[in-house]
């Protein structure tokens, strides 16, 4: 399979801690983007990054969040000291271009609960 | 900010119905219109797009019409299957290359 894969799929943490999500986007994709997904609402975008600079960032993404993609092929999403309220469905997505045309191709998402 | 404002759901219908899912948005430009799927245990993927007004969308008999006017991109399908079941998130293309979401509707097909 050469869609976009996630890992891990579901994420279990105490308040405090700190996680790691990867993503490895179709690997042709030159685009990279995270969202997050709470439940009842639509993804919501934190980041995107071109290759591998990251070229923006939304303000929900507080400084406790850092996302690289240092090879402009896989992308970590890490989140420090979490609390309750980052639990969510963190999704990643990639698509091929140079101008967008909004066709992203999602992976399945890695959910984060926070206890 | 740009926004968009889906019906609420779940919607539920039986096997063979006419579906309309509503969808409008708020937007400075001229965006592009989506429509995306999440069927269960999959992750989101595209279902059309239109790119200006007056351009329809269509694919897997569902069609959405971009209607500046209205600022709406409301979502049909003369004939839903029980295959259908998922959940729809209509979307828009802000400036800045970013796809900003709706809020989603549960459709429930019953055959």
Redesign the interface.
């Given at each position: 399979d050469t869609g976009v894969s996630q890992n891990p799929r579901h994420k279990i943490t105490k308040r405090g801690q700190n996680v790691t999500f990867r993503c490895d986007p179709i690997s042709e994709h030159n685009r990279l983007y995270w969202y997050r997904q709470t439940l009842g609402q639509g993804p919501e975008f934190l980041t995107y990054f071109q290759n591998e600079a990251q070229l923006e960032k939304s303000r929900l993404l507080s400084d406790r969040f850092s996302a690289e993609r240092p090879k402009g092929s896989f992308s970590t999403l890490e989140i420090q000291r979490t609390e309750q309220g980052d639990s969510a469905m963190y999704l990643c997505a990639s698509s091929f271009g140079g101008a967008d045309t909004g066709e992203l191709f999602f992976g399945e998402g890695s959910r984060l609960t926070v206890l | 900010g740009d926004s968009?404002t889906q019906m609420e759901g779940p919607v539920t219908l039986s096997e063979e119905a006419f579906l309309t899912i509503n969808c409008t948005y708020t937007a400075t430009g001229y965006p592009?219109l989506?429509w995306y799927v999440q069927y269960p245990?999959?992750?989101?993927?595209?279902l059309l797009?239109a790119t200006k007004a007056d351009d329809k969308g269509s694919n897997k008999g569902f069609e959405a019409t971009y209607r500046k006017e209205t600022t709406s991109f409301h979502l049909e399908k003369g004939s839903v299957q029980v295959s259908d079941s998922a959940v729809y998130?209509c979307?828009l293309?802000e400036y800045?290359?970013?796809?900003?979401?709706?809020?989603?509707t549960i459709l429930r097909v019953k055959s």
């Open positions: - | 968009v592009s989506f245990g999959e992750g989101l993927q595209l797009k998130f979307a293309l800045g290359n970013k796809l900003v979401f709706g809020a989603g």
